[in-house]
């Protein structure tokens, strides 16, 4: 199974940032789908998540409003368009896949991409 994530970046604050995250070696449309971040320093968190079918999905309060996540089950792809970002949001960002339930949390995540840097400037 592989992940990989891409769209990462630098951008101003204010600015807007689409990530994605290609999967292979696993049937897609039967995985739930998410999205974590690690700041330096810090733990891995959680940000966003879907479901199969697109139709659930969960954020964490601090992107609500501002993040989007989406899923093209014909491209095998999930994404994150991030908007109105802000210096707070720079990490490294981890998609995630799980074929039980919806992961919010890192012990959910059977299967993790490598990861793509977002840095938000001042």
């Known amino acids: 199974v592989q992940l990989q994530a891409s769209g990462g970046g630098s951008v101003q604050a204010g600015g807007s940032l689409r990530l994605s995250c290609a999967a292979s070696?696993?049937?897609?449309?039967?995985?739930?789908m998410g999205w974590f971040r690690q700041a330096p320093g810090k733990e891995r968190e959680f940000v966003a998540a879907m479901g199969r079918g697109g139709g659930t999905t969960f954020y964490a309060d601090s992107v609500k409003g501002r993040f989007a996540i989406s899923r093209d089950n014909a491209k095998d792809t999930v994404n994150l368009q991030m908007n109105s970002l802000k210096p707070e949001d720079t990490a490294v960002y981890y998609c995630?896949?799980?074929?039980?339930?919806?992961?919010?949390?890192?012990?959910?995540?059977?299967?993790w991409g490598q990861g793509t840097q977002v840095t938000v400037s001042s």
């Open positions: 070696g696993l049937t897609f449309a039967t995985h739930n």
């Open positions: 995630a896949a799980s074929g039980l339930v919806i992961p919010t949390t890192e012990a959910q995540s059977r299967y």
